[in-house]
Structures are given as structure tokens and as C-alpha cells.
């Protein structure tokens, strides 16, 4: 993703409407970080990130606590989670492995009053969508991009973390995946957190208009004997 910058991507913090729509994305994490980010959109579909939540080795009840602290009221916000919190004991090569009878992440987070969705978290789609909401066209430069992150030091981390995201040697059309050290430096969890966050209100597709068919025979079908019929709409897409 270049061209990310503080300048062209990042805007004054403010409180939104409260009538904005607001949703939240999460990529847990223990030892690698766990980030939260708080989402709002405006009436002409501008999507604002309000905040970036980080943080690392904290149980699913002390993550509850930190967001709360931050203000964010879990009871009136979808969270988009990614699939590491729904996922139970699996083996290295993500098969279930032994008996798991305990709670997953999600489970424990949703006693907790959260309202989690498994995030969409198909990668490819994902940074497609996360390249068309940060886009700024060169052809107007002064135009601002779909995507903007509030002046946060949060946001701070995570818009510097998205920028500097490498591409995927073996597969060009995705980012690499970064795992943090030892010490939760580094990593890819503000991306991915983001991505999730995006992909929950993709950029939709525009169809190209069909062509004007009206006064325009169909012609006679001679094997049912009667005029051809007009497509459908569904026929025509």
C-alpha cells in the first residue's frame, strides 16, 4: 500500500454524529498483539477510524476492560473478528487436534456482552478493498480518499504499520504476513485489524448500464409459436 501518509490519510480527531453508523474490528492475539479499531461513516459513505486499540498479554475479560476504559460501548457495535478468535485447538496444519471443551476467544468475549461477527477475511479481496478505499486518483490529487484515520497516537501506529506492509513474494496479489517478535514488535496485526474493519462495508461494484432495448423486436419464436418474450432483469445481468 504506497503513498499511505499522515498528510494524505489522516485527518484532525472529532466526535462523529452520533446518528454515524460505528462498528469495530478485532485480530486477537496473546503473545502477538491483539488490536482493536473503532470505525464511523458518514452520510455519503466516507469511512472514518476513530481509534486503534493495541495491546498484548491480556486475558479476553482485561482486552473487555481496556476497551471500555477507551469509551467504546461494546453493546451498541458490531465487532468484525478475525478467525483466530473462533478458532479451538487445531494442529500446525490446521487440523482439530485432541479435545477442546473450554470456550474459544469469541465465546468468552460475547459473555462479556460483545457483539462479534466472524470477519470476512478472505486476504486477496481484502487488500483489493483496502486499496480502493485508500486510493487517491493522480488525476486529482486533491481529491480525498474514501478511507481516513483520525489523529490518534493508535492510529498513528497502525496507519505507519499499514504503509509499510511488503507484498507477498510468492503471491504478488497479497501482503505478506509479518509475525511479531518476541516482544510483540513489529508484525501485521493493525493491518490485518484494518482489513477487517474495511471488508465489513466493501466498495461495491458498479455494473455497466444495459443498452436501451425499447421498441426493439425481439423477433418470433417458431418452436413455441409465439412472440419472444423480454429478458428479465436477472436474465440480463
Known sequence: LPGLTEATHMVPAFSPPEYWHTWAALDWGYHHPWVLGWYAVDEDGQVYKRETL???????EQIDAKVRAA??????????????????????????????????????????????IPAADARVAGLNNFRSYVHIDPQRPATRPRFLWLDTPGNRACLAQVARMPIDPDNPEDALKVDADAAGRGGDDGYDETRYGLMARPIRSVAPPLPDREGVTLGYDYATRRPRERETAEVAM
Do not use: C, M, Y
Open 54 to 60: 493495541i495491546g498484548r498479554l491480556d486475558l479476553p
Open 71 to 116: 469509551g467504546i460501548d461494546l453493546s451498541l457495535l458490531n465487532v468484525h473478528a478475525g478467525p483466530d478468535a473462533w478458532r479451538t485447538r487445531v494442529s500446525s496444519k490446521g487440523k482439530i487436534k485432541g479435545e477442546f471443551v473450554g470456550p474459544t476467544i469469541a465465546e468468552r468475549l460475547q459473555g462479556l456482552g460483545w457483539r462479534l
